[in-house]
């Protein structure tokens, strides 16, 4: 999580405290704000599995969290179980913000 937001968890002292998941709420599929040290974030993240982005989603969610949150830091993630083509990585470079994660970019997080 901390990595999304390019926070080192690593780093002596690090810890994150007040976290909550917000499940489903404005069609949003997953938002966690949380605070790290002395800063506030959210990271929303929008789960594909065999679909693509739609009906102007992202820009939607993106502006509710904007909106919502305007004393946090925020992230964006755009997390795709299936490939991501080209195709979609162009098309997903017009929302601003929002950067696309595959399976195998969020084990390696993990390691």
Same mark, same amino acid.
């Given at each position: 999580?901390?990595?999304?937001? +390019?926070?080192?968890?690593? !780093? ?75 195709? !979609?990585? +162009? ?5 601003? +913000? ?9 084990? +390696?997080?993990?390691?």
């Amino acid at each position: 999580m901390c990595s999304f937001v +390019g926070v080192d968890y690593n !780093e002596k002292g690090t810890s994150v405290r007040t976290l909550t998941v917000h499940k489903q709420k404005n069609n949003i599929d997953l938002y966690i704000t949380f605070e790290v040290e002395d800063k506030k974030y959210v990271l929303t993240i929008e789960d594909k599995i065999m679909s693509f982005s739609h009906d102007n989603q992202l820009v939607k969610y993106k502006k509710i969290i904007e909106r919502d949150f305007t004393d946090r830091i925020k992230a964006f993630v755009y997390y795709k179980t299936s490939l991501i083509g080209k195709e !979609e990585i +162009g098309i997903l470079q017009q929302y601003k +913000g929002w950067k696309p994660y595959s399976v195998e970019e969020v084990f +390696g997080l993990f390691e």
